[in-house]
């Protein structure tokens, strides 16, 4: 298993790019909507892993929560498996707690899945496989 992303909370994608472009190792990503999150995301690349930054589109979405509470920042670690639901299954049998019991549509054409922050001592895990 290896980092595929980490993901960071902001207000605003422009502003966010323009922080976060001098660290970056090649182009940013268009931005793309993943309407089932109410996010618009973008992939920026840093070595071997790239920075996602999720800009709500909805006051009532997960991230718009998060900002709201929390400020911009660090939100989640990603995960590139084989299989998301081996991986959701595996946890599950350790008795830790999840977000979502099977996969679901993320960005990129991908299937994600997340652990709750309490399974992990208070970070929110994704896990990512290729379409």
Do not use: K
Not at 2 to 7: F, P, S, T
Not at 53 to 70: G, H, K, M, Q, Y
Request: no cysteine; hydrophobic share 45%.
């Amino acid at each position: 298993m290896q980092v595929d992303h980490l993901g960071i909370a902001v207000r605003s994608l422009p502003e966010a790019i323009a922080h976060w472009r001098p660290l970056v190792e090649g182009p940013i990503s268009e931005p793309e909507e993943v309407a089932s999150q109410r996010v618009r995301v973008v992939f920026a690349p840093l070595g071997a892993t790239h920075i996602e930054l999720l800009e709500p589109t909805s006051p009532d979405s997960p991230i718009a929560r998060f900002v709201e509470s929390r400020g911009e920042g660090f939100h989640h670690v990603a995960f590139h498996v084989e299989s998301v639901n081996a991986e959701l299954d595996r946890i599950a049998a350790l008795g830790r707690r999840l977000v979502d019991a099977r996969a679901r549509p993320g960005a990129r054409g991908r299937r994600v899945g997340f652990a709750h922050p309490s399974a992990f001592g208070g970070v929110l895990v994704e896990f990512v496989e290729d379409p």
